[in-house]
């Protein structure tokens, strides 16, 4: 174990990760939480694992990605539980950590307002961000391109603890390049820090030149997309489009999707072209 200053050897941090139904929060849910808690000084302290039943079925194309099936979560506790055990194991004064936090914050932000708990004010630090500034120049930042990289793992099991394992082994394998600090105040100075009250999860509006879809979304008309999907090949559907939501510069439109029958969530930079149809 290297040997770190006063701060932050015996800082109490916590790596973290969910699994959902989908990747967009305001309308899909959480089906597993995963943590590890430790420190720099003395290693891992406590683990935190928890399967959540998201009250809706999780679809095929998802349970193919992290394997958790809905009988998997039947009878599993229910997402406020969840939360509530989770803040208890973090505790208030732990930095919490994850790869690619706004995703994972946007999905804890938006259970925590269905569920009608107050935000958790915890710091968050990403490992994303971390990366960037600690190996620039790497040739992607992804979760399992970095580990890879490191010879940390060959291959990413996409479930929340084993994920939030490799977070934390990758926070200390940063650390041996962190600058030396003497307080938490300056540690948190040097990374981009979030807060899962920062989560809006508020509607948008689509941006200028898509006034015909944003149309369809507001009247709830029928229109037919090609649609790029991110590794299988493109595809025609028809969606009835019914709210827009934005993370950073992408939009996504949440719609009910005729071939799948159900609802799903579709990125507008991977609608290539796009029909509204007759009423």
Same mark, same amino acid.
């Not at 849910?29 to 999780?58: H, M």
């Not at 500034?133 to 940390?152: A, C, K, Q, W």
């Not at 934005?246 to 939009?251: E, P």
């Given at each position: 174990?290297?040997?770190?200053?006063?701060?932050?050897?015996?800082?109490?941090?916590?790596? *973290?990760?969910?699994?959902?139904?989908? %990747?967009?929060? &305001?309308?899909?849910?959480?089906?597993?939480?995963?943590?590890?808690?430790?420190?720099?000084?003395?290693?891992?302290?406590?683990?935190?694992?928890?399967?959540?039943?998201?009250?809706?079925?999780?679809?095929?194309?998802?349970?193919?990605?992290?394997?958790? =099936?809905?009988? %998997?979560?039947?009878? $599993? &506790?229910?997402?406020?539980?969840?939360?509530?055990? *989770? $803040?208890?194991?973090?505790?208030?004064?732990?930095? %919490?950590?994850?790869?690619?936090?706004?995703?994972?914050?946007?999905?804890?932000?938006?259970?925590?307002?269905?569920?009608?708990?107050?935000?958790? +004010?915890? &710091?968050?630090?990403?490992?994303? +961000?971390? #990366?960037?500034?600690?190996?620039?120049?790497?040739?992607? #930042?992804?979760?399992?391109?970095?580990?890879?990289?490191?010879?940390?793992?060959? =291959?990413?099991?996409?479930?929340?603890?084993?994920?939030?394992?490799?977070?934390?082994?990758?926070?200390? %394998?940063?650390?041996?390049? *962190?600058?030396?600090?003497?307080?938490?105040?300056?540690?948190?100075?040097?990374?981009?820090?979030?807060?899962?009250?920062?989560?809006?999860?508020?509607?948008?509006?689509?941006?200028?030149?898509?006034?015909?879809?944003?149309?369809?979304?507001?009247?709830?008309?029928?229109?037919?997309? +090609?649609?790029?999907?991110?590794?299988?090949?493109?595809?025609?559907?028809?969606?009835?489009?019914?709210?827009?939501?934005?993370?950073?510069?992408? *939009? #996504?439109?949440?719609?009910?999707?005729?071939?799948?029958?159900?609802?799903?969530?579709?990125?507008?930079?991977?609608?290539?072209?796009?029909?509204?149809?007759?009423?």
């Amino acid at each position: 174990m290297p040997q770190y200053s006063e701060y932050p050897g015996k800082q109490t941090f916590v790596a *973290f990760d969910t699994e959902t139904t989908g %990747m967009w929060a &305001p309308v899909n849910r959480i089906v597993e939480l995963g943590a590890v808690k430790f420190n720099l000084a003395d290693g891992r302290l406590g683990t935190y694992q928890s399967l959540v039943d998201p009250e809706r079925a999780i679809p095929a194309d998802v349970i193919e990605i992290h394997g958790i =099936t809905n009988e %998997m979560v039947a009878g $599993a &506790p229910r997402i406020k539980t969840v939360l509530e055990e *989770f $803040a208890s194991f973090c505790g208030k004064e732990s930095i %919490m950590i994850a790869h690619n936090a706004p995703f994972d914050i946007s999905f804890m932000g938006s259970e925590m307002k269905r569920a009608g708990l107050d935000f958790t +004010d915890n &710091p968050i630090l990403d490992t994303v +961000d971390i #990366y960037h500034r600690v190996f620039p120049g790497l040739e992607s #930042y992804s979760l399992l391109n970095i580990v890879r990289h490191f010879d940390v793992a060959v =291959t990413q099991e996409h479930r929340a603890l084993a994920d939030a394992v490799l977070v934390h082994r990758l926070f200390e %394998m940063a650390a041996k390049k *962190f600058p030396p600090v003497s307080n938490r105040s300056d540690f948190l100075r040097l990374w981009l820090v979030h807060r899962i009250s920062d989560w809006q999860g508020e509607p948008a509006v689509l941006p200028s030149g898509f006034e015909d879809l944003q149309n369809a979304v507001e009247r709830g008309l029928r229109v037919e997309i +090609d649609y790029q999907h991110p590794v299988k090949s493109p595809t025609t559907r028809v969606i009835q489009p019914h709210q827009v939501h934005q993370l950073g510069q992408v *939009f #996504y439109i949440n719609a009910y999707c005729e071939r799948a029958r159900g609802e799903r969530t579709f990125r507008l930079d991977r609608i290539n072209n796009y029909r509204l149809l007759a009423e």
